[in-house]
């Protein structure tokens, strides 16, 4: 098969997001059904969709290797994940060859089908709001040690704006990212501003910078703690406020706030539960607010000369090893869907995933440097099953099998606030700001 050409029979996160939409639904149909045939014919009603899943699963691991092999990679060899938690567990081999060699075939194998079926698949289907609150903890909570070795200063998890063509810090486009989406949400002095997932606070006190006066969201303690400290130590201990509780409990009156943003962490709430999450962000958002939206996903796996495997692969490694739970990182047209049907409407759309992969870089030449004073406080293995996070990303986020969007939208049906909207983030308008050194903390 070396030298044809690759071509996805089957989209498979297109199939792995409608099994974890509507699995409850199906199952109700079949249950339904069974019960209006006659009984000798009820087991093939139950047994059919066994057997389909189970095809597909099987499709997955046959075509995956399929296109590996039609993309020349040796089939004898262990596959890219087989070889990846061999590095994390032995330190043995060279990371950058073993992602970017074309040496270990990226494979749908045993470890992902396991991982699928005994984990993942449960947690998507039953995916409740309370789910989070266990999971975001193991997530976050590592120690701020542990952040400021991957993300320095800023402390901003997500991704960042680079100038192009300039060979700028993670810090400088880390603030060209805050001001666009100051600038993108049109935040004003005055301004009530709800940050959902608001990280170690740093979005937060920016907005602060403008004039708002913010509330934060977060589920991490450690998070809580250091927001707070940066806070105080901004100035702005009485213009932010950060709040450990899950926004689904979040009890606040309607039309709250003028703005509101969810920067990446919406694929933390569930696909199940993405319509609840958004139709409760419109209930918060001011009739003329603007609702700023950053969002990571995966593609849906339509391509010719494209193997989407490695990205399923990825992110099954990311749902083990980083993010537990973050099932609802969906394409943009999913998420824009999603909007739509809240009450949305979108106003901008960027696909920033390149961007992200410069950022993710800059984080691993961060984690790199801090090795040694990491391994001593945490040992060697999760000093490099973090790099293989950090290093996998990189490709991952470059080559498009993971994106980034940054969304703006407003509520359907408010004029005003889609003409300001449209007139401020008009192509060419926004101009990335000079660099100027903000405080720290």
């Known amino acids: ?93 060279n990371l950058e060859e073993i992602l970017e060699g074309k040496k270990y075939p990226p494979v749908f194998g045993k470890i992902e089908l396991f991982r699928y079926l005994n984990t993942w698949l449960g947690k998507s289907v039953f995916h409740d709001t309370d789910q989070d609150a266990d999971y975001l903890p193991e997530a976050y909570n590592k120690g701020d040690d542990w952040f400021e070795a991957t993300l320095a200063d800023p402390m901003v998890y997500t991704g960042a704006l680079y100038a192009p063509g300039q060979n700028e810090s993670v810090w400088s486009a880390q603030q060209k990212k805050l001001e666009f989406i100051a600038y993108g949400l049109g935040v004003k002095k005055g301004d009530k501003a709800l940050e959902i997932g608001c990280g170690w606070g740093r979005l937060s006190n920016y907005l602060a910078s403008k004039g708002a006066k913010v509330t934060g969201v977060t589920m991490s303690s450690d998070q809580q703690a250091y927001a707070k400290r940066m806070s105080s130590q901004l100035g702005n201990g009485e213009n932010v406020d950060i709040v450990l509780k899950n926004f689904f409990d979040l009890q606040l009156p309607d039309k709250s ?21 958004l139709r409760k962000v419109h209930r918060l958002l001011a009739d003329d607010g603007v609702f700023y939206l950053q969002v990571a996903g995966l593609p849906r796996g339509y391509a010719t000369g494209y193997n989407h495997y490695e990205d399923l692969v990825w992110g099954l490694f990311m749902d083990e090893h980083v993010f537990p739970g973050a099932d609802a990182s969906c394409p943009m047209g999913w998420v824009v ?49 973090w790099r293989v996070f950090l290093a996998w990303s990189v490709r991952i986020s470059r080559r498009g099998g993971s994106t980034v969007q940054w969304i703006v939208a407003t509520k359907s049906g408010q004029e005003s606030a889609r003409i300001a909207a449209q007139n401020r983030l008009a192509p060419g308008l926004f101009q990335l700001p000079e660099f100027q050194p903000l405080p720290t903390r």
């Open 1 to 93: 098969m070396a030298g044809k050409e690759v071509t996805m029979i089957f989209p498979m996160f297109e199939g792995v997001m409608f099994i974890s939409a509507y699995m409850p639904h199906m199952i109700a149909c079949l249950i339904v059904l069974a019960t209006m045939v006659r009984r000798p014919f009820r087991i093939c009603v139950l047994v059919l969709p066994v057997l389909t899943f189970a095809t597909l699963c099987g499709l997955a691991i046959m075509e995956s290797r399929w296109h590996a092999e039609a993309e020349g990679y040796d089939m004898n060899m262990p596959s890219l994940r087989e070889a990846l938690e061999d590095y994390i567990t032995t330190g043995k081999g």
């Open 257 to 277: 706030f003028n703005v509101i943003s969810s920067v990446e962490m919406a694929e933390h709430v569930g696909i199940r539960n993405y319509n609840k999450f």
């Open 337 to 385: 869907t999603h909007l739509e049907q809240a009450g949305f409407e979108v106003q901008s759309v960027h696909n920033m995933g390149y961007h992200y992969s410069q950022t993710l870089y800059h984080w691993l030449q961060n984690w790199e440097a801090s090795k040694d004073r990491i391994v001593k406080a945490y040992g060697e293995r999760s000093w490099r099953r």
